[in-house]
């Protein structure tokens, strides 16, 4: 068996797809098997990936699902997943030839396995910038948030699978198509330690039409996802100022999802009452920019 599964979400980017799939077939490694969840593209995309595994240059991996989102996407990869380690790679992005090659090494070279929820590397833009900043020499291991203390921008998380199949899936909501993906790497990390390396895994091209770019949009169209991961973050981050502005943004899910009892369920309802007044006022702010 492989040692990794590398996964890809995609939803009718069949025009993106074959950048990805070159970068595969130039890895100097190919301990690792490509798993394709399609949730329910309409653009070909079946049909291009049959004539890939024609090809048998890589070993690829083909599943159809009805259009959910992304985050029910990963609930079919992880369901699936056999291989020790997976990593999800976007459609719109590719992975440097010698990717997987130094995955496989720092995970072999990574003393006392067993205790940690997986590792994490580097994001870079075409042009070889770096994705926010690098990981702190001094920072080799610690949970989602500490690494979040000390970085900015996008890491790529490469998890166990053994250790992502203790947790509960995703949610999946019903008209709703986003639940932030980051809440399965702090609940995991806040249980056994994710290792740190500067090691780059992943080229970045982030789209018009991608999550990042449509960020506020997704708050107003996916509330009960979003409510859901900010009580989860809650749970997890403690310190005042991450706390005030995700009871924010609580607050404002809340309002999104028409049911303002959201924000005091499972939370500590005393703190959502005292800054309701602010997340109203932060709500109004979502609107501003969804309009611009």
């Not at 490694?29 to 798993?35: G, P, S």
């Not at 997987?100 to 006392?112: S, Y």
């Not at 970085?151 to 198509?177: A, C, H, Q």
Request: net charge neutral; aromatic share 14%.
């Amino acid at each position: 068996m492989k040692t990794i599964t590398v996964f890809t979400p995609t939803f009718n980017r069949a025009h993106l797809l074959p950048r990805l799939y070159d970068s595969l077939c130039k890895q100097t490694l190919r301990d690792f098997l490509w798993l394709i969840i399609d949730d329910g593209s309409s653009d070909g995309t079946q049909e291009l990936v049959k004539q890939w595994q024609a090809e048998n240059t890589i070993q690829i991996e083909y599943h159809y699902k009805e259009n959910g989102g992304m985050h029910t996407g990963h609930n079919v990869a992880y369901k699936r997943i056999k291989t020790e380690l997976n990593v999800c790679i976007d459609s719109d992005d590719y992975m440097p030839k010698d990717a997987v090659e130094k995955i496989v090494r720092f995970w072999n070279e990574l003393e006392n396995k067993q205790n940690y929820s997986g590792f994490v590397g580097l994001d870079i833009t075409e042009d070889g910038a770096i994705i926010g900043t690098k990981i702190p020499e001094d920072l080799k291991r610690g949970s989602y948030l500490d690494l979040y203390e000390r970085v900015t921008g996008d890491k790529k998380f490469v998890l166990v699978t053994e250790e992502v199949k203790k947790y509960p899936p995703y949610p999946e909501y019903k008209n709703e198509k986003l639940v932030p993906l980051g809440i399965l790497y702090i609940m995991m990390g806040a249980k056994k330690d994710f290792a740190f390396t500067n090691d780059i895994y992943c080229v970045v091209e982030y789209q018009e039409d991608g999550s990042t770019n449509s960020i506020f949009k997704q708050y107003r169209e996916s509330p009960l996802g979003f409510a859901y991961a900010r009580k989860v973050i809650l749970k997890y981050d403690r310190k005042f100022i991450s706390q005030f502005k995700t009871y924010l943004h609580l607050i404002s899910s809340s309002i999104f999802a028409k049911d303002i009892s959201l924000a005091f369920k499972n939370v500590n309802p005393v703190k959502s009452l005292l800054v309701l007044p602010f997340g109203l006022l932060f709500h109004g702010y979502i609107i501003m920019k969804i309009k611009t």
